[in-house]
Structure formats: C-alpha cells, structure tokens
C-alpha cells in the first residue's frame, strides 16, 4: 500500500512575493489572500506542536483563534499578536475601501506584516526545535519520512 | 501631569552601561533640560536581562526586587527605567510578589542571605522614560519647550515587544484616554508628534526583532530586521525612533549584516527617541550621543539641521 503523502509545503514565501506583486487588481481576492497566508503559518506552527489547528473564529476570524490556539501554554508566542491584528486590519481596509488610493500600498504593507509573521514563526520553531521553517516542520517531515 | 515624577530613582541597567549608552546619555540630558531630576539607584544590580528567568525564574524576581528595595531605601516611590528589558522585568517583578507566594518566600529568603530588607509590592512604581516625559511634560509642555522643530522628519516609532507585553503586569495600560495602549502603543508617537516629527502608520511598531536570539540565530534576526527597516520605509519613514536599546542595536547591527550577508540595502535612519528630543530642545548632537550610534544620520541631520 503507498505511502499517504502529505500535501505539499506551501511556498508561503512566493505567495507574499505574488501578493506584493498582484499589488490591487483584486482587493477582496488580497485580503483573502493576507488572511489565509497568515492562518497557513501559524497552523503550521500549531501543528508542529502536535495539535490540530483550530477551525473556530474569534472576533470574527480563524486567524485570531488560530493565534490564541497558538499561545496557549506559550506566553511568547502572543509576540505575534499585534502582527496578526494589524494583518486582519489590512485585510479589512481592502474590504471596506476597494477603491481607496492607497490601496496598493495597504496589500504591500499587508504582505510585509505577514513575512513577519512568517519569520517570526521560522524562529520560534528553530528555537524549540521543531524545524528550520514553518513549511518544514519537523513532526511534518518526520512523519513524512516515516512514510506516514 | 504627575508632579510625583519630576524627580525619580533612575535605573539605567547594564545595557545603558554599553551598547546603549547613546540612550544614557541623551535619556539623563533630555531630563536636565526639562527641568525632570533623576537619582541613580544605589549599587544597583542586573535586573537578569531574557537569560536568568530561563534557569530561575524566581531568581530573576528577586534581581529585580533588590533593584526596588534599594529605591525605596533611597526613599523613592517611583523608579524609571528607559530599558524595555528592565521596565518588564521591574514590573513583573511588581506583579510576582503581588501574586505569587512562591516567588514571596524565594525574595525573603534571598534578601535575608544578602542582609538587607525584602521588597514587599506595592511600595515603588516603575516607569519607563516614555511615561516619566510624557505624563511630567507632557505634548503641550513639550510644545512650549522646542527650539529646532523636527518639522517635516517622517518617523517610524517602534517599540519592540516588551513595552506592552504580558499585558497583565502592566495595569495601568489599556485604562482609555491619556493612558498607554498595549495594542497600539503611541506615547513616542505623541511625545515625537508635539515635537515637530511626522509620524508615519507603522504597523510593526510592536513587532519582534528577533533580540532574543540574536545570537543562536543571527539569520532569522537579520531577516526580521531587514522586514522592519523595509517596512518603515515603504511607509515613507526617513528614521526609525526607537526606545529600547536592545531594539535599538538589534536594529543597527542587522541593517549592517543585511546588507553585506544578504546583500540587501536599506537607508532608514535609526536614533533614539531621545536623542530626537534633545536635538529638538535645542541639544547637540553630541550631547544626545548621535556620535556613538551605529547608524550614521548625520547627512540626514544636517540637511534638516538639526542638533
């Protein structure tokens, strides 16, 4: 029987790249975009601590209750907080302001909010040694290599 | 305005002893020309930095709770720490005894051991140098007080992530109007604004620099780093106010390796938000320090002449 594969990393790093690079062409499709980099990474980091991400909502987005889910016994990880806020803040704008001039440069500020959130992860799961980067979690890739 | 504040126990910690000493320097002469006294605690010791709570987290109290007893000793009711390491750990130190009997009995014992009286919470309030200007001077007292406006200078505040975090053992925050916001914090904001300055939306302002790690993982800090400077400048900031020197070398030292590790090049300025006062009250730059940043502002500073 073959091996189940596990899907593959998203390249979160290109998608920040792509997003930056979509500038406003689609401002409700950015927003969406921001929310879901943002929750693909710290699901990647709650699954490296062995739990299942959350599908819950609070205040109205899984992000936020991916973050608390995320914090929970690891007071240090509510370093990225605020980075999560102020990403649902963009993506609100985008919603709210479509046409606003300053648009493009609130999905721009948004994808540099969320690379930091992306490098803030990489770093805590170096340090509790759970992986180099989100994407290659270490209980993903050991499970992976098992042949899971 | 707080007159309790004019004149205060001063913790300047060890950081402020080195790589920060800019932000001595520029903390004690902003103080000077404002007319706001500090009395430099008494054979003050290291408050354990992010290092001693790894190993004894009670430990660490105590450090800290030496640092006050000796302020109230000093007969201080107040004591101010520009460091946002020492003002965290002060106030969690507040917070421990206040709440945690294990972290009590671990004082006692230690103060008994070093002969001197146990710290009890509630006796000394700690605040950081943003608080001791902002509720002494405030914006309209800071307003009356320029000499060399920073008029038309775009800033990027940022304050690091431990100004404001754990929210818990800073209740005085999050208390509406005239009070510090943990979520959004502006008080270099607003002390930087009634100066002069153009403070740009920065939505980083409270996001990790990677101190913490600075050593065991010079990339992922280089890399945090660089997206803050990046960040600062895509909001059009032309320097980046800081006020924590842990921040504030994390933020030079990085943009220095970004550029020869990663070859990337950013031209944001970074000083301290004293050193930006001082200059505004009509302080030299010498006399703030600008000399001993890494960050050379100085083509910046004299095209806005300032300081």
């Known amino acids: 029987m073959a091996a189940a594969q596990l899907p593959e990393p998203v390249p979160i790093e290109e998608r920040i790249e792509a997003l930056m690079a979509q500038g406003v062409a689609d401002a409700e499709r950015s927003a969406a975009e921001l929310l879901a980099i943002g929750e693909v990474v710290i699901e990647r980091f709650v699954l490296a601590r062995g739990l299942v991400p959350t599908e819950a909502t609070h205040e109205g987005f899984r992000l936020l209750a991916l973050q608390r889910q995320g914090a929970a016994g690891e007071p240090s990880f509510n370093a990225c907080r605020e980075s999560c806020r102020e990403l649902v803040y963009h993506a609100n704008l985008l919603r709210l302001e479509p046409w606003h001039p300053e648009a493009g440069r609130r999905v721009r500020l948004g994808a540099m909010i969320a690379r930091h959130l992306m490098l803030f992860i990489d770093g805590k799961l170096e340090i509790a040694g759970l992986g180099e980067f989100c994407c290659a979690a270490r209980p993903l890739r050991a499970a992976e290599a098992a042949g899971a | ?307």
Not at chain 2, 28 to 36: P, T, Y
Not at chain 2, 200 to 225: F, I, N, Q, R, W
Not at chain 2, 227 to 236: D, Q
Request: net charge positive.
């Open chain 2, 1 to 307: 305005m707080t007159e309790s504040y004019r004149r205060v126990a001063y913790y300047p910690g060890c950081a402020l002893e080195g790589t920060g000493h800019a932000y001595d320097r520029s903390t004690r002469a902003v103080g000077k020309a404002l007319g706001l006294e500090l009395v430099e605690l008494d054979n003050w010791n290291c408050c354990g930095a992010m290092e001693v709570k790894n190993v004894d987290p009670k430990l660490q109290t105590y450090l800290s709770a030496r640092n006050l007893a000796i302020a109230e000793k000093m007969g201080f009711s107040t004591v101010m720490a520009p460091c946002n390491g020492c003002y965290h750990n002060l106030k969690k130190a507040e917070y421990d005894l206040a709440n945690d009997p294990g972290s009590t009995a671990v004082n006692e014992r230690l103060s008994a051991k070093a002969g001197h009286a146990a710290y009890r919470s509630g006796k000394v309030a700690t605040i950081h140098a943003l608080d001791w200007i902002k509720q002494t001077i405030g914006e309209e007292g800071l307003k009356v007080r320029v000499k060399n406006s920073l008029a038309g200078l775009r800033i990027a505040n940022y304050y690091g992530c431990m100004y404001t975090r754990p929210r818990h053992i800073f209740p005085e925050k999050d208390k509406g109007t005239g009070s510090e916001s943990t979520a959004k914090p502006h008080f270099m904001d607003d002390l930087l604004a009634a100066a002069g300055a153009e403070c740009v939306e920065y939505p980083l302002k409270t996001a990790c620099c990677g101190g913490a790690h600075t050593l065991s993982d010079s990339d992922t800090s280089t890399k945090l780093v660089l997206n803050l400077l990046t960040t600062a400048e895509a909001c059009g900031a032309e320097v980046i106010a800081t006020e924590c020197p842990t921040c504030h070398t994390g933020l030079e030292m990085h943009q220095v390796r970004a550029e020869k590790v990663l070859g990337k090049k950013t031209s944001v300025k970074i000083l301290y938000f004293t050193q930006l006062l001082g200059m505004a009250l009509g302080l030299s730059r010498r006399r703030v320090g600008v000399q001993e940043n890494l960050s050379d502002a100085s083509a910046l500073l004299t095209a806005r002449r300032l300081g």
